[in-house]
């Protein structure tokens, strides 16, 4: 979903998007993985 809050969400529509980011960022997120 498309969030306003979340302008990055819109990254979530292209077919052909990746992610780069730190290891202290990383440590922040969730380990559910993507499929």
Do not use: M, N, R
């Amino acid at each position: 979903e498309v969030s306003l809050d979340v302008p990055a969400s819109i990254l979530q529509q292209h077919e052909d998007c990746g992610l780069y980011i730190d290891e202290p960022a990383a440590s922040l997120l969730g380990k559910g993985g993507a499929e």
